[in-house]
């Protein structure tokens, strides 16, 4: 049974450029959300993706965009990198709607320079 | 809106002893609190949650917390510790389905 998996692991980016991160939920699931996790702070919650619409926004800028696919996977995007963008993103999916323990996956380093 | 605190940046155990991380939560109505873990370059790991019920909730690797409700708690608690449990320990509150809003952590130290 796979887990929730991220993929790149890392990646390095310049200002003002464009990243997109991807994420596949755990078998079985079909909600996705996402984090950052600055270093030394919680993670903090960036959106919620089900039924290929988002659901719900934390307080995140326009910059920060999404995407769910009909398979239940997913995609970040982040348009105008900014240094203060360099974290790890965090994918977790949730069977829904009513289960309440999110699977986090491994985690996307993204490094802005 | 709904918070949760977690008062202690590293809690310092040795192998064996009683360890405790403290959570303090502010919410309107019942809350759905979890305790995840998170080991170094890795994401997060479900330790145990609480919903509704028991006021003592076990959970993985041994790990238990406590409701109480009169003290806005849930603190995590493992009776021995090992030195793997070294690591970066989480508690969060859902305001809502499938949103997790995080302290900001609890490095425990587990020395030898």
């Known amino acids: 049974d796979a887990g929730v998996t991220q993929s790149p692991t890392h990646l390095i980016k310049t200002r003002g450029q464009q990243v997109t991160l991807r994420c596949s939920p755990k078998s079985g699931h079909d909600t996705v959300s996402w984090y950052q996790q600055a270093l030394g702070q919680g993670p903090q919650f960036i959106f919620q993706?089900?039924?290929?619409?988002?659901?719900q926004r934390g307080n995140f800028p326009d910059r920060f965009s999404g995407h769910q696919f009909p398979n239940y996977s997913s995609e970040l995007n982040v348009n105008a990198l900014l240094l203060g963008d360099s974290a790890l993103y965090l994918c977790?999916?949730?069977?829904?709607?009513?289960?309440?323990?999110?699977?986090f996956g491994p985690g996307t380093r993204l490094t802005v320079l | 809106a709904q918070s949760v605190a977690q008062p202690e940046d590293q809690v310092n155990v040795a192998e064996g002893n009683p360890l405790t991380v403290k959570c303090t939560y502010s919410?309107?109505?019942?809350?759905?609190l979890f305790w995840y873990v998170q080991y170094p370059n890795r994401g997060l790991q479900f330790l145990l949650k609480?919903?509704?019920?028991?006021?003592l909730v076990k959970g993985s690797y041994g790990f238990e917390a406590e409701f109480n409700k009169s003290q806005t708690s849930f603190h995590l608690k493992k009776p021995s510790a090992l030195v793997s449990d070294s690591a970066l320990y989480f508690c969060?509150?859902?305001?809502?389905?499938?949103?997790?809003?995080f302290g900001a952590g609890t490095q425990v130290v587990v020395t030898p």
């Open positions: 969060a509150v859902s305001p809502s389905w499938g949103k997790l809003q």
């Open positions: 609480y919903i509704t019920g028991d006021n």
């Open positions: 993706y089900y039924e290929e619409e988002e659901r």
């Open positions: 977790a999916s949730i069977k829904g709607p009513g289960g309440s323990e999110q699977f």
């Open positions: 919410v309107s109505g019942n809350p759905y």
